[in-house]
């Protein structure tokens, strides 16, 4: 069965900086991975998505690379931002469209 | 782009009671829905598939008798949680997948259900 694990599970960062977020997933065999964002009590919203074919994708201050024969994804955000703050998913696509979702990590980023 | 929404978007009900929770697609069409359900600091588990016109498939260890899904149209599947429980409380969530780019899947704004 296929599990995700994201490391740190919270992170705390000045206003400015640069960040990583990693994201592990055991079974190579996925049809894309997708990072997403929660705010606080609402839904998700979809900020990158890479198909299991691409190593990377960019958007705007984003960057999302795949490595799917390791198992691992990162999200890098550019010179963050306080309204960057909230919980980032990301989630394996498997062959059926079920998607598996990982633990998250809690960002803030402090003014 | 496409939508989907979430009625309610917050319910508290009584313990005992039961509660409908609709997801729709508001500008495509879905033969397959998913249900997915948070808890506090926890990631998204998927509970069902819904498939218009058919019955839902179960992730195991969801209770089908408790967690009734129904997919009547392609653009409408309700979750129906009864004899609800202070446990149930939990934040649920739908995606749909858009019958014309079957690998698109689009998430609603969720449901949080409070069972007192």
């Known amino acids: 069965k296929q599990e995700v694990t994201q490391i740190p599970a919270a992170l705390s960062v000045p206003e400015g900086e640069n960040l990583v977020l990693n994201c592990s997933f055991t079974?190579?065999?996925?049809?894309?991975l997708q990072w997403f964002r929660q705010d606080p009590g609402k839904g998700l919203t979809s900020l990158l998505l890479?198909?299991?074919?691409?190593r990377e994708q960019t958007s705007g201050r984003l960057n999302a690379s795949l490595d799917k024969s390791s198992g691992r994804s990162t999200l890098y955000i550019a010179a963050s931002q306080p309204g960057d703050s909230a919980t980032y998913l990301c989630a394996v696509k498997i062959p059926g469209n079920q998607f598996y979702f990982g633990t998250g990590t809690s960002l803030t980023v402090i003014p | 782009g496409a939508v989907v929404s979430q009625h309610p978007s917050r319910v508290i009900c009584k313990s005992g009671t039961s509660v409908k929770i609709e997801c729709r697609s508001l500008d495509f069409q879905a033969t397959t829905m998913f249900w997915y359900r948070q808890f506090p600091k926890q990631s998204l588990m998927l509970m069902a598939t819904s498939n218009e016109g058919s019955k839902a498939t179960y992730e195991q260890g969801v209770e089908k008798d408790k967690f009734l899904i129904n997919h009547a149209s392609l653009t409408l599947s309700t979750l129906t949680v009864t004899s609800a429980h202070p446990e149930d409380s939990s934040f649920y969530i739908c995606s749909a997948r858009d019958r014309t780019r079957v690998h698109e899947q689009y998430f609603g704004p969720g449901t949080r259900l409070t069972v007192t």
């Open positions: 890479i198909q299991s074919s691409q």
């Open positions: 079974d190579s065999a996925i049809y894309n």
